[in-house]
């Protein structure tokens, strides 16, 4: 079976949707284009390069996430020191060892750029929050004079996983041919962050090609969505810092709960994240691998239920025809 997948970001609960990807390629299913957001955004672009459930699971129970948050000199200052980063810099921690890892783990399957991938094999959902608007990359990212054939893959992954407060902007500058004549130079830069700020779960990325193709080529569109109430420990709060890392993962984690509308059940394999909040780090080999299990079962129940027929009748009711008379 060939689907198209679409992964929710969820920080470090992103090996829940790889067990569900286990039991997915156990019912024969095969991914022709993948999508995802933040760390879902790090799954997709893991598939798209050609990894399987066995080897995701071995590379995300072996790392240790805290790696991720490299502290410089700043945090060596009491008190001052992290707020003065953020202040500076725009995050506690830099986000460069997550881009390295990413890029070396697609790099041993000959992946750098884009261009490495099929074309509209991989789509990365980011944030522009200096002109307040979602970017699906690499297409977007022409929109600032970049080729989007040769935007580094592991950088489209750090743009999508960038949470803020907590991991540096992406920053870019545009090029030369994009500029407006008198733009000035703060307006040339443009930072980009998590895309779970805009769209943490776009279900809708592949709506519009598909409702435009014969149903005898429509691929489906399975959605690999985390659920589950969180952790009921409390957020402690000192001081801004705090609570700006508390407000932002509050945010981010309303998604977790969110009402999936009844036109999308049908394509949504929801997986019970177990507590686990997106910037647990710390979190243990064992919890991780609850988490895949939870994920697989989550899967494999969805699929003992699959059919295509009624997924094609579903998507004509529910998708399709909701498109008929919109605006071209």
């Known amino acids: 079976m060939i689907v198209n997948g679409v992964f929710e970001g969820g920080g470090v609960k992103a090996i829940a949707l790889v067990g569900a990807i286990k039991a997915a390629e156990e019912y024969g299913v095969k991914f022709r284009h993948v999508a995802g957001t933040s760390s879902g955004a790090i799954v997709a672009s893991l598939l798209a390069a050609g990894y399987t459930a066995d080897e995701l699971k071995k590379i995300i129970l072996e790392t240790p996430f805290t790696d991720f948050l490299t502290r410089s000199w700043l945090h060596q200052l009491p008190i001052v020191g992290p707020a003065a980063r953020i202040l500076i810099k725009k995050g506690l921690y830099s986000g460069q060892r997550l881009e390295l890892w990413i890029a070396e783990k697609l790099a041993a399957k000959g992946v750098r750029t884009f261009a490495d991938l099929p074309k509209g094999k991989l789509k990365i959902i980011a944030s522009d929050i200096s002109q307040g608007k979602l970017l699906v990359l690499p297409d977007d990212i022409a929109q600032y004079g970049i080729d989007p054939e040769q935007l580094p893959v592991a950088k489209a992954v750090r743009m999508s996983t960038s949470i803020p407060y907590f991991f540096d902007p992406v920053v870019l500058r545009k090029t030369p041919k994009v500029r407006k004549k008198g733009e000035s130079f703060a307006d040339q830069f443009i930072y980009i962050v998590d895309g779970g700020l805009l769209s943490n779960f776009p279900l809708w990325i592949y709506d519009e090609e598909n409702g435009k193709i014969p149903e005898s080529e429509l691929i489906p569109t399975l959605g690999f969505h985390l659920v589950g109430k969180q952790s009921n420990s409390p957020r402690t709060i000192v001081g801004p810092l705090s609570m700006f890392q508390a407000l932002f993962a509050t945010m981010m984690e ?50 003992q239920k699959w059919s295509h027929q009624h997924y094609i009748q579903t998507f004509n009711h529910l998708i399709r025809d909701g498109q008929k008379g919109r605006p071209a």
């Not at 009844?262 to 919890?287: H, S, Y």
């Open 254 to 303: 309303a998604h977790d709960e969110r009402y999936i509308e009844e036109k999308n059940r049908f394509r949504t394999i929801k997986i019970p994240t177990l507590g686990v909040r997106l910037t647990d780090f710390d979190i243990k080999p064992e919890k991780s691998l609850e988490l895949f299990n939870a994920g697989y079962a989550a899967a494999k129940a969805y699929f």
